[in-house]
């Protein structure tokens, strides 16, 4: 005796609803024994058919066809960010504070070009149109929990700096990372960010572990080499202890790395950087809690005779109302220990203020994820503050305003 009709019905939208693309294809015969059963009306069969060419449309991947046969997999993506800014910096003691800033510009353009040589080799080349730059481009070879990337990468150091910029849940990072990581300019360090060289990683149980060999100076330009002033290679190291709870997870690591001939208030000089991070990630639910504490030892990095050591730390907080409804909160300080910052150091397209020692960032927001990160809208209220001058000039500055950001990702 056969099923029922709303037994067949059951299976019949079991087995369409969890077919993949490759089974949509030949679906029409299981479709036409329905209708031949008098389980499903010519009419529902169309409905049927146009839903699954529907659902194949969105979820085939577009896949390229590789130029060599070597190739087992190309696959292309992108990445855009279209932002606004509207902030303004107040000086201490003047009124002829600068022009603010009030515009729309595109922050990233990421083209990305992925290609596979079977299981163990792959390649990833991602240009940033926008910055007129590659975020990566890099050779890799895996074989189980264990990888090696050959080539431009960012250098295995920096929480949030790792963080994929398609995953920032405050727009743009703390000030602190940018300090730390972003180029040198005579105040910031440029101590981590894109360097070429040679990436180790690897994973022993929840232990994930890692090393690399770069060159010292981070990258201007796409096959920057260094200079013959400086041939000395970089030296990383992290590792991070990860796991997962019943209603979340947790990250727990910390990373070093030795830069030859790249402290100092100028490159080149012979003087040498060592930076040091610790950071957390704990998930509960919807909420999410992240941080890091950052330092360097920096010679001769406030004068041509005195040291430095800046510290500095972030700490961030966010919560899902809803699936697609997320609020977040951000705080950052740092201490240049007498080398400097400059407010537009620190807080992204703010107008820029005086030099001095510390500063601190608030930022206040909320994401939409319409398609989760694929399509998402950003927008949020940021505030940093600079002060304690190093160079006896004006005694602080403060930059407000707000931040929105729209992102495809594909």
Known sequence: MFPNKLTWLALGGFVLGTASALFAQDSGALIEALVRK??????????????????????????????????????????LQAQFAGLSTDIDGTAADP?????????RVYLVTKASFGSNWSMNITYDAAESLFDAAAITYKDGDYTLDFGLRKAPLGY????????????????????????????RLGAAGYRIGVYGEGKVGNLVYGAAITNPERVATATDAGTAANNQQAFWGHA????????????????????????????????????????????????????????????????????????GYWVQGSYKFTPKFEGV???????????????????????????????????????????????????????GESEDTVTGG?????????????QVNF
Request: proline letters at 3%.
């Open 394 to 406: 004006v005694a602080g500055a403060t930059s407000s305003g707000v931040r929105s950001q729209m």
């Open 240 to 311: 991070a202890y990860k796991g997962k709870t019943e209603s979340g997870s947790y990250t727990f690591g910390g990373a070093v790395g030795f830069l030859p001939n790249q402290g100092g208030k100028t490159l080149g000089a012979g003087s040498d950087l060592t930076i040091y991070s610790l950071y957390g990630d704990v998930t509960a639910g919807n909420f999410q809690v992240a941080g890091e504490y950052l330092s360097a030892d920096v010679e001769r990095g406030a004068s041509a005779t005195q040291d430095s050591t800046p510290t």
């Open 329 to 383: 909160a951000r705080f950052s300080s740092l201490d240049t220990d007498g080398r400097g910052v400059n407010i537009a150091d620190g807080v992204r397209s703010a107008p820029s203020g005086a030099t001095h020692d510390k500063l601190t960032e608030y930022f206040v927001g909320g994401n939409w994820y319409i398609k989760g990160n694929d399509l998402k809208f950003q927008a949020g209220y940021v505030y």
């Open 38 to 79: 008098g389980i499903l009306s010519d009419q529902e069969a169309e409905e049927i058919r146009a839903d699954l060419a529907r659902d194949v449309a969105v979820n085939t991947p577009v896949m390229g066809v590789p130029g060599s046969k070597e190739v087992s997999k190309l696959s292309i993506g992108a990445r």
């Open 160 to 187: 949030e700096e790792l963080t994929s910029s398609g995953s920032l849940k405050a727009i743009e990072r703390s000030g602190v990372t940018r300090y730390f990581v972003e180029p040198n300019n005579g105040r």
């Open 99 to 107: 022009a603010s800033t009030n515009h729309f510009f595109l922050r």
